[in-house]
């Protein structure tokens, strides 16, 4: 005896895939969402700038001159110092820098570059460095013969 006389067995199957499928095929488009706000995510956080850079507006010091040095680059997240000494973190092998040249530090949310007492002094952007100086991205810093520029 059928309760239900309207509604046949292929009715009923025919009601039940259709709401399956329906059911599949938010579930698939969910997932391509999902994937695609992933990868926007991943692009995005590749292209900011990293948390240095946030910070202090610079997150690398990288050799420009000369050409035998050209590429090395050196984290400025830390403290760095420069010089010839081999305790520097920034060791330059350039007769035309002191054993201790120049140092550059964080201070007040800046980054900072200060002459360590050179004999030849420490540029910013061709202009000799007296006091302690903010630097930031595309400052152009010479030691000796050595260009450093930071990014």
Not at 120 to 139: F, K, L, Q, S
Request: aromatic share 6%; with cysteine; charged share 15%.
């Amino acid at each position: 005896m059928n309760l239900f006389p309207q509604l046949s067995t292929s009715s009923i199957a025919s009601t039940v895939n259709d709401q399956v499928l329906t059911i599949v095929g938010l579930g698939a488009l969910a997932l391509v969402y999902y994937v695609f706000l992933r990868v926007v995510r991943s692009a995005w956080l590749a292209s900011r700038p990293s948390r240095a850079a946030h910070r202090w507006g610079a997150s690398h010091l990288f050799v420009v001159e000369p050409e035998s040095m050209s590429g090395r680059a050196f984290d400025l997240c830390d403290d760095l110092t420069v010089g010839r000494a081999a305790g520097c973190s920034v060791t330059i092998d350039d007769n035309h820098v002191s054993q201790m040249h120049a140092r550059i530090f964080h201070r007040g949310g800046k980054l900072v570059v200060e002459d360590l007492g050179s004999v030849n002094g420490t540029y910013m952007n061709r202009a000799r460095v007296i006091v302690p100086t903010v630097i930031g991205a595309g400052d152009r810093l010479q030691v000796g013969d050595t260009v450093l520029e930071v990014a």
